[in-house]
């Protein structure tokens, strides 16, 4: 739901600019639009979570919390890879301590 929601406010942010207001941009989403909101909702927020919760029973806490903690680290590495953003120096030492952190753990 929550990935839904950003869909959504993403799109009528758009909107914010305009002489119309938000109110207009909702009203104009064709239904291909919406058809990708829904989708990206499902996809991205109840699939994963599923997973998630399914992949927790088969791994022990300690090692759970390992995992999650590294999300952060594997954002940003596929936010280099996949999006080429660039990593700044606080970054890496950001990543360089959640992986102390999680090592540690």
């Known amino acids: 739901a929550s990935a839904f929601i950003s869909a959504v406010v ?6 914010v600019g305009s002489e119309d207001g938000w109110q207009d941009t909702v009203t104009q989403l064709v239904p291909d639009a919406w058809a990708l909101l829904f989708f990206s909702a499902l996809t991205s927020g109840l699939v994963a979570t599923v997973l ?5 029973r088969l791994v022990p806490p300690a090692q759970a919390q390992t995992i999650y903690a590294l999300v952060p680290l594997f954002a940003a590495g596929f936010d280099f890879l996949v999006l080429h953003e660039a990593i700044e120096d606080r970054e890496i030492i950001a990543g360089v301590v959640i992986v102390l952190a999680a090592s540690l753990s």
């Open 10 to 15: 993403f799109a009528v942010s758009v909107g």
């Open 52 to 56: 998630q919760a399914r992949g927790q």
